[in-house]
Nanobody, 115 residues
Framework: QVQLMESGGGLVQAGGSLRLSCAASGSISGINVMGWYRQAPGKEREWVASINGGQTTTYADSVKGRFTISRDNGKNTVILQMNSLNAEDTAVYYC?????????WGQGTQVTVSS
């Protein structure tokens, strides 16, 4: 089992920045990918960004150039730096850990961008 604990959400004005953090604990081993998803009210959960153990990153088009994902393998932590936020970024953000056929989710952290 893997446990994920997110932090860093909150309320920010449009154009501002927020930094989300996710710490993984438990049975951390093997090849894995960590990432972030988000779910806005009335919408399906969508993928935001991912990073593997080799630091290869991928981003959804909607956040490319504004968000940066990074990870500290020694601390089993993944960070999402979000800049130039707009109202469309308002959502609950979920940390995600994938390993072979296993998928784990954090409890989510609310990000609200006021216009």
């Amino acid at each position: 089992q893997v446990q994920l604990m997110e932090s860093g959400g909150g309320l920010v004005q449009a154009g501002g920045s927020l930094r989300l953090s996710c710490a993984a604990s438990g049975s951390i081993s093997g090849i894995n990918v960590m990432g972030w998803y988000r779910q806005a009210p009335g919408k399906e959960r969508e993928w935001v960004a991912s990073i593997n153990g080799g630091q290869t990153t991928t981003y959804a088009d909607s956040v490319k150039g504004r968000f940066t994902i990074s990870r500290d393998n020694g601390k089993n932590t993944v960070i999402l730096q979000m800049n130039s936020l707009n109202a469309e970024d308002t959502a609950v953000y979920y940390c995600n850990y994938r390993r072979l056929f296993e998928v784990y989710w954090g409890q989510g952290t609310q990000v609200t961008v006021s216009s």
